[in-house]
């Protein structure tokens, strides 16, 4: 089983910057796939970014160039730097990880941390 903490949410003003964190604990599966997603108020939640354990990544097109996503494998931890924040990037963002046990591979999700951008 995995535990993913995320933080690193908050209010920030438009153009402004915030990072997150998300921490993978936890015993018997091995960490691939991390990744961040977002849910804006009414909307799907949709894919921000993800990187394998080898370091590829890959972006929604709405956020490239603003926003780089790396993790630290040893620590089992991903970031994600979000730079010139637009209001349209608020939403709860949510962690994610695929871990593998030998057997099958599961995703397992974050709580979610809110970002707000406004004025």
């Known amino acids: 089983q995995v535990q993913l903490v995320e933080s690193g949410g908050g209010l920030v003003q438009p153009g402004g910057s915030l990072r997150l964190s998300c921490a993978a604990s936890g015993s018997g599966s091995s960490i691939s796939v991390m990744g961040w997603y977002r849910q804006a108020p009414g909307k799907q939640r949709e894919l921000v970014a993800v990187?394998?354990?080898?370091?590829?990544?890959r972006y929604v097109d709405s956020v490239k160039g603003r926003f780089t996503i790396s993790r630290d494998n040893a620590k089992n931890t991903v970031y994600l730097q979000m730079n010139s924040l637009k209001s349209e990037d608020t939403g709860v963002y949510y962690c994610?990880?695929?871990?593998?046990?030998?057997?099958?591979?599961?995703?397992?999700w974050g709580q979610g941390t809110q970002v707000t951008v406004s004025s």
């Open positions: 994610n990880a695929v871990g593998w046990d030998g057997i099958k591979a599961t995703t397992y």
């Open positions: 990187i394998s354990s080898g370091g590829s990544t």
